[in-house]
């Protein structure tokens, strides 16, 4: 009986922890604004579509790599993955759970196109000292 | 492979620690990471010269885990410390802390009072057991009294955070290791995994986030505020 509890304390506990823990990566970027030239190319705005990832993550893999980026890559894509299948699951009986969860998966398009920004500039730097040479 | 990449971050968090020129600011969490090094490095030597089945690698695995949980608890009471410096209530804090882990102690020790073969065995592994919960249920304390006081330091919140993801996966796979008693040697596995993510995280938190950056608080909650 107590460990049943403890196992059910400790994942509840997991679950916010984990939630809190991700925001906190996506919170720092919230406040920066797009670069234009994302604007141009993607069309997002702030705020923008909770389904606008995917394409994102298609403009980004077109870019150079920046090894700096991808552990934060990897955890923005797993928290997508994780409120992708609270959507699809316990947002069914929480219908509350639904708005929540877009407006997250918004935050994680906002944080993926601001990496997208990133990378153009990494590449335009790269052709740039290209041509000096 | 995994004991490796364990080592490897825990050797990281140190070096990230003192690159961010926080190693001094957060002692007792840097203290606890080189006594988790150094013990990785002792039970390698153990492994290596007495094997796995061998009684020194089993006492001194447990022992040193047993000291390690201890060392983790007083990190996390560091924590707390930094939290509820500004009102004055440090003394509060390690005085209740203190009270905790003795009766954290006492409580291991009734529990396994009744049994009479390797009484001092059963007792580290219980109170490893018993702080792992404590911690977790202190992380959730102190992650309220953030939201709370609308700490900002961006740099101890993803320590919390860190340390509160880490506290529940250990929490529920020991809860699961007592619910079915068969599935001891994964879990024993997932242990070793679970142990990566805590070095993990903090080496991020040092290297990426600076020392002196701020967030909104409330902006983390799960349930908006």
Known sequence: MMAVVILVFSLISLLLFFLSYCRSLVASSTKEALPQEVVDVTGITHPSSPDDFSRVMQLLRLCPDRPEERGKLRAITAYYRFLGLLRSTLAVIVPSLKAWTDNERAHCSYFAALLLGRRIAFSRDLFAQQMMH | ?225
Request: glycine content about 4%; overall charge positive.
């Open chain 2, 1 to 225: 492979m995994v004991w490796c990449t364990c080592f490897v971050l825990e050797v990281a968090v140190l070096v990230c620690a003192v690159r961010a020129k926080v190693f001094f600011r957060y002692l007792p969490l840097s203290l606890y990471m080189t006594a988790s090094a150094a013990s990785d490095i002792l039970r390698f030597r153990i492994l290596y010269h007495y094997g796995y089945t061998s009684k020194e690698y089993f006492y001194f695995y447990y022992y040193s885990d047993a000291l390690l949980t201890v060392a983790l608890y007083l990190a996390l009471i560091s924590l707390f410390v930094h939290v509820f410096k500004e009102m004055d209530a440090e003394k509060y804090v390690i005085f209740g802390a203190c009270f905790l882990l003795s009766a954290t102690a006492l409580f291991s020790y009734l529990v396994i009072a009744q049994s009479q073969a390797r009484f001092l065995s059963q007792f580290v592994v219980e109170l490893s057991q018993n702080l792992y919960f404590v911690g977790l249920v202190l992380t959730y304390v102190l992650w309220g009294a953030i939201l709370k006081l609308r700490e900002t330091r961006s740099q101890l919140i993803q320590l919390v955070l860190a340390l509160g993801v880490y506290f529940s996966l250990f929490a529920a796979n020991y809860a699961v290791r007592n619910l079915y008693p068969g599935s001891i040697s994964l879990s024993a596995a997932l242990d070793q995994l679970f142990g990566c993510l805590l070095p993990l995280a903090w080496a991020y938190a040092f290297w990426r986030i600076p020392k002196d950056a701020r967030l909104a608080p409330a902006r983390l909650a799960v349930i908006p505020r």
